[in-house]
């Protein structure tokens, strides 16, 4: 026969408190999440400052993206895209063209002719065109014409953009089914970027002109115009003639871009004290880095 009898009493005990023990695994568990809890705000407060940090960078990189992809379409260039494009682009020329101007004639009236001078005192004077055109146009040019850009227009456009939203403009026209990203931020975009390079080429040939009429007038120069300018272009480089204006080029962008999409992004919080210091920052950090990056590539 099969025995049948209950354990004793100490098996049974022991047997019930095996049962209520919790497992290895879950008090494992328990000590993980007990960590976890402990340095929970710690690494909240760390993740809300990465964010917060590199927001700005990222909606750069998605409207750049967005803008170069939307502007492919033919249908995204509608009546009022034209017109805000042609409008933004007569304020970006026309309100930078003096600016620009009286900028390089100083410009030129320093580094132009300083170079000329102390060249030729050295005997180097062989060297003015390769100086010029690595200091002055592909270096000084582009920082000087996005600090233009910058402060004569992309502020404006920042100014305006910024009052639509806390204004509830931008929301009206979404609720008439107008994407202000078409509407706002995709012609101005191309408009400064058309802008940053008339007024780039534009900041070069002044800039060079005007040092060398200094120049020739004090005799630092005997050459013509046309001997200047050719030695000039005979020190460019097959990449200068790439690289000097795709400079222009992205300074434009990314001043327009980043100033459309600083104000887009402003909150009910922010008055024109804090929209136009961030803006103006984000701006000149934004030229900086375009020329810091062309310069350590090429």
């Known amino acids: 026969m099969t025995d049948t009898s209950p354990p004793p009493p100490e098996q049974q005990a022991s047997s019930v408190l095996a049962q209520m023990a919790p497992p290895e695994d879950s008090k494992d568990t328990g000590r993980f999440a007990t960590l976890i809890g402990r340095f929970a705000p710690w690494l909240a407060a760390i ?33 009022p895209v034209i017109y805000e494009f042609r409008a933004t682009l007569r304020q970006v020329i026309g309100g930078g063209f003096l ?33 010029l055109v690595s200091v002055l146009v ?5 920082i000087l014409v996005g600090i233009i850009l910058m402060g004569r227009s ?21 609720a008439r089914g107008i ?8 012609p101005r975009t191309f408009a400064f970027t058309v802008g940053g390079f008339t007024l780039g080429m534009i900041f070069a040939v ?16 005997t050459s013509s115009v046309w001997t200047f300018f050719f030695n000039v272009l005979a020190a460019m480089t097959t990449w200068d003639y790439l690289i000097i204006p795709l400079k ?9 871009l980043g100033a459309c999409i600083s104000g887009l992004t402003v909150s009910s919080n ?29």
């Open 248 to 256: 222009f080029v992205l300074v434009g962008f990314f001043v327009g």
């Open 138 to 142: 592909r270096e000084i040019s582009p």
């Open 206 to 221: 002044v800039s060079l002109l005007m040092g060398f009429v200094v120049a020739h007038a004090s005799g630092a120069i």
């Open 270 to 298: 922010d008055t024109m004290a804090t929209i136009m210091p961030r803006g103006f920052a984000r701006g000149i950090m934004l030229v900086l880095v375009v020329n810091i990056l062309f310069m350590l590539d090429f």
């Open 99 to 131: 600016s620009i101007v009286i900028t390089a004639t100083l410009a030129g009236l320093m580094v132009v002719s300083q170079a000329a001078y102390w060249l030729g005192y050295a005997g180097m004077a062989q060297m003015t065109g390769s100086i």
């Open 154 to 174: 992309g502020m404006l456009s920042l100014t305006e953009i910024g009052m639509m939203v806390l204004g509830g403009e931008v929301r009206g026209l979404q």
């Open 47 to 79: 993740g809300r400052l990465t964010r917060h940090q590199v927001r700005f960078t990222l909606l750069l990189i998605g409207a750049g993206w967005g803008t170069l992809r939307e502007s492919l379409r033919p249908n995204s260039w509608r009546r």
């Open 179 to 186: 994407d202000p990203f078409l509407a706002l931020v995709m």
